[in-house]
């Protein structure tokens, strides 16, 4: 039997990407400095907030916003969460799934292919372990 990795604990965003279907990146979630968090308990609640950190956007661009939190499940490969509470109305009560692999000591979230301009994107985020103990 696989041990299922430890995925409880505070994890802070370190890179981001969206690619095409053919590999090529075509933007950065969150910005050119994306910041985020995210904190799992090992009672199954997490809560996760990213953010455009840059402190001042070029004119007319949109600051990327995203947080939500929920009870969430972990299989080893696939994180369910349930929102409850969430800055995007949309999200609530309707279950994030994000596939998971770990690179080195590094959690990659993959959510499901979204589009952009028309073209169907996959997003990763890439997450580090801050500390083993949820906030």
Partial sequence: MVAIPDIVGVWKLVAATTTDPGGAQVAVPYGPRGMGIVSL???GRMMAV????RS?????????YSSYCGNYTFDG???????DATANPERLS???VRKVRFQDERM???PP????????????????KISPVSL
């Avoid at 990213?50 to 950190?53: A, P």
């Avoid at 292919?113 to 890439?126: D, I, P």
Wanted: negative net charge; aromatic residues 2%; charged residues 25%.
């Fill in 94 to 96: 309707v279950p994030q």
């Fill in 56 to 64: 001042k956007l070029p004119d007319g661009a949109k600051r990327d």
């Fill in 77 to 83: 490969s696939t994180l369910v969460t349930n929102v």
């Fill in 41 to 43: 308990t090992s009672d």
């Fill in 108 to 110: 990659i979230l993959q």
């Fill in 113 to 128: 292919a979204g589009e952009l301009n028309g073209v169907k994107v996959m997003r990763e985020l890439t997450w580090e």
């Fill in 50 to 53: 990213l953010v455009d950190g």
